[in-house]
């Protein structure tokens, strides 16, 4: 079978992580989750104290952490993490200097996969446009931010619904209005709206939508000899 590439994109917060990992594990896919770049590189600005919206300083930083920048870091998760990412992801040096690692992951996934499933914000649209399938996770700001606030309390971190919600529009605003790759669907991305729907759910959903892709048609490709 031909590689696959899946690119999903979305909103902050609408389950694009957990959908990724769970389509890596069914299809035998690499994955590389591309906000975890972001807010490695957000992580590394705030403990230098630096100014996410100060361009030149967050360039010079990308530049020389790039290659060591640690996608592990459970601090990644923290609330003023996902906020620098905002900023530092609003710059375009630093969207030029990521997109040529993620297009590097794309075409070079690790030997053995058979392809690689991508998520961030500008995945089908930009980063990897020739992709077979497309998919836009969203769901509702109120919903995010219900799902944020439990997923900390049951971590025993306090949070305030009203603040993490202000917190998601002000961030989905940053993200659909930035002059370089704005988040907006691609024209043929298969958008899902999981404000009311499960996690598994949502994977049949994705699944059923990959399989008419890429399955079924390499299926009768074998068929017919081809």
Same mark, same amino acid.
């Given at each position: 079978?031909?590689?696959?590439?899946?690119?999903?994109?979305?909103?902050?917060?609408?389950?694009?992580?957990?959908?990724?990992?769970?389509?890596?594990?069914?299809?035998?896919?690499?994955?590389?989750?591309?906000?975890?770049?972001?807010?490695?590189?957000?992580?590394?600005?705030?403990?230098?104290?630096?100014?996410?919206?100060?361009?030149?300083?967050?360039?010079?930083?990308?530049?020389?952490?790039?290659?060591?920048?640690?996608?592990?870091?459970?601090?990644?998760?923290?609330?003023?993490?996902?906020?620098?990412?905002?900023?530092?992801?609003?710059?375009?040096?630093?969207?030029?200097?990521?997109?040529?690692?993620?297009?590097?992951?794309?075409?070079?996934?690790?030997?053995?996969?058979?392809?690689?499933?991508?998520?961030?914000?500008?995945?089908?649209?930009?980063?990897?446009?020739?992709?077979?399938?497309? /998919?836009?996770?969203?769901?509702?700001?109120?919903?995010?931010?219900?799902?944020?606030?439990?997923?900390?309390?049951?971590?025993?971190?306090?949070? /305030?619904?009203?603040?993490?919600?202000?917190?998601?529009?002000?961030?989905?605003?940053?993200?659909?209005?930035?002059?370089?790759?704005?988040?907006?669907?691609?024209?043929?991305?298969?958008?899902?709206?999981?404000?009311?729907?499960?996690?598994?759910?949502?994977?049949?959903?994705?699944?059923?939508?990959?399989?008419?892709?890429?399955?079924?048609?390499?299926?009768?490709?074998?068929?017919?000899?081809?």
């Amino acid at each position: 079978m031909p590689p696959l590439l899946i690119a999903i994109d979305g909103t902050a917060g609408a389950g694009k992580g957990t959908l990724a990992r769970a389509l890596a594990r069914r299809y035998h896919l690499a994955h590389l989750d591309t906000g975890c770049l972001y807010r490695a590189l957000g992580l590394a600005v705030l403990n230098q104290n630096l100014d996410p919206t100060d361009e030149q300083s967050v360039v010079d930083l990308a530049r020389s952490l790039l290659s060591t920048l640690d996608l592990k870091n459970p601090a990644l998760r923290e609330e003023a993490v996902g906020v620098a990412a905002s900023h530092v992801a609003a710059i375009p040096e630093v969207r030029a200097l990521l997109f040529a690692f993620q297009r590097n992951f794309a075409q070079h996934p690790p030997e053995g996969m058979q392809g690689c499933v991508m998520d961030g914000r500008d995945i089908g649209r930009v980063v990897m446009p020739e992709a077979l399938c497309k /998919i836009y996770v969203t769901a509702s700001p109120e919903v995010r931010a219900t799902r944020r606030c439990k997923e900390l309390h049951e971590k025993g971190i306090y949070s /305030i619904y009203d603040d993490i919600l202000k917190d998601i529009r002000e961030r989905d605003e940053r993200d659909q209005t930035r002059k370089v790759s704005p988040l907006i669907p691609a024209e043929d991305a298969f958008v899902l709206d999981t404000s009311q729907m499960t996690i598994e759910d949502v994977i049949h959903k994705a699944c059923a939508y990959i399989d008419a892709k890429w399955v079924a048609p390499e299926k009768t490709r074998r068929a017919e000899g081809k």
